[in-house]
């Protein structure tokens, strides 16, 4: 248990379904992140939310579209993805503005998507 | 942008031995954190060890240390008395300080480390 905790764990969806990836973090942080893992490639910041206001978006295709309707939930919509889109996507949380927290980022166990 | 770079894709130890793994980075910026994940076949993305850039003393948890050399832009961590349960992939992360911001991590590609029993 890390306090991090993604829904579904394994996702296989269609080229033309939308479905969404759900993410909610038990710590009491204020920032959360979506990360893509895709096998041979470094993992990928895909969007960072501080404070529910996205603050960052890594050109990441509009397929993908990030909701955060408070601070500890946070979706990842998905709609017509590709097939080069399946890989394990990783929600992650921090508390941002402290010293203390030493800016350390808790991840989920992630989520596995196959587009076919 | 900063990059991270993680020279060996694959190590193997025997157990109960001590193993080093590499990291090396770029930046500009004079302060940020560092950090060692492990990831094993779970998937899980489990924080090794944390090292701030102002501090110049390495850190250390239990097994786990780290030989951090700023001016080389090197971090690497040290695995000693390796157990089975070691065995995983070894992701070096980067993170600027932002001044309370939320930026997120930089990663290397991972070693993927073995443990031979």
């Known amino acids: 248990e890390t306090g991090v905790t993604q829904t579904p764990r394994h996702l296989v969806m269609g080229m033309t379904n939308k479905k969404s990836l759900k993410c909610e973090q038990h710590?009491?942080?204020?920032?959360m992140y979506w990360y893509k893992q895709s096998a041979k490639k470094p993992l990928e910041l895909m969007f960072v939310?501080?404070?529910?206001?996205?603050?960052e978006n890594n050109s990441v295709p509009s397929r993908f579209s990030p909701e955060c309707p408070n601070s500890s939930h946070l979706f990842l919509h998905l709609h017509t993805l590709q097939p080069e889109d399946s890989a394990l996507y990783l929600c992650a949380s921090s508390q941002v503005g402290t010293v203390s927290s030493g800016n350390t980022i808790y991840f989920g166990e992630g989520s596995w998507l196959t587009v076919v | 942008a900063q990059t991270v770079t993680q020279s060996q894709p694959e190590m193997s130890v025997q157990e109960a031995e001590t193993v080093t793994l590499s990291c090396t980075y770029d930046?500009?910026?004079?302060?940020?954190?560092l950090f060692w994940y492990k990831q094993p076949p779970s998937r899980q993305m489990i924080l090794v060890i944390r090292q701030e850039a102002y501090k110049q003393q390495n850190a250390t948890e239990n097994r786990f240390s780290v030989n951090f050399q700023k001016a080389a832009k090197s971090f690497s961590l040290k695995i000693s008395d390796s157990q089975l349960g070691d065995a995983a992939m070894y992701f070096c992360a980067y993170r600027s300080y932002s001044g309370g911001g939320a930026d997120g991590l930089t990663f290397g590609k991972g070693t993927h480390l073995i443990i031979q029993p």
């Open positions: 930046t500009s910026e004079s302060d940020y954190y």
């Open positions: 939310y501080n404070f529910k206001e996205q603050t």
């Open positions: 710590l009491g942080h204020n920032a």
